[in-house]
């Protein structure tokens, strides 16, 4: 497995040698590519301003999703039980003023801890604050047994 950074760069690469080596026209090699254009043009100035290896490479570097540890979970639940009107955003800027977490904690991984707690959406978030839990599981364990008529585990044979 290749990872997706190496194809794309291989990719452009490719793009150069059939347009510069080869002399394809830029349509014509962007058809076979199955890019577009502008695509081309924007690699070609990102070439020229930044040189020929940098110009090549993904141009954001990759974020690392720092994962919460379990006293910045507990932390950003702390801040949903008492604001649940904010965000991850909100709460990792929060986080960061009290400094209740690390400096690398991300945006993201605020809003990969809420969605693992499905927390992710305001209503929940209100749901969790008013009550202290969320009451999905009861439901479905609710739900789960009433419509189970028969809990002997037998069969029908």
Request: net charge positive; hydrophobic share 35%; proline share 5%.
């Amino acid at each position: 497995k290749v990872p997706v950074e190496e194809r794309l760069e291989a990719n452009r690469r490719e793009l150069f040698r059939l347009i510069d080596v080869e002399g394809v026209p830029v349509a014509e090699a962007c058809d076979r590519l199955k890019m577009g254009a502008s695509t081309y043009y924007r690699y070609r100035r990102r070439v020229t301003e930044l040189g020929d290896e940098a110009g090549l490479k993904p141009s954001r570097p990759p974020v690392p999703l720092a994962r919460a540890s379990l006293e910045e979970e507990a932390a950003i639940l702390e801040i949903v039980r008492a604001e649940p009107l904010l965000g991850a955003k909100r709460i990792r800027e929060i986080l960061h003023a009290a400094s209740r977490c690390r400096d690398d904690l991300s945006e993201r991984a605020v809003y990969a801890t809420l969605k693992r707690h499905g927390l992710n959406r305001k209503e929940k978030r209100l749901q969790f604050a008013l009550t202290g839990t969320d009451t999905r599981m009861a439901r479905l364990a609710q739900a789960l047994s009433a419509g189970d008529p028969d809990k002997s585990g037998g069969g029908d044979a």
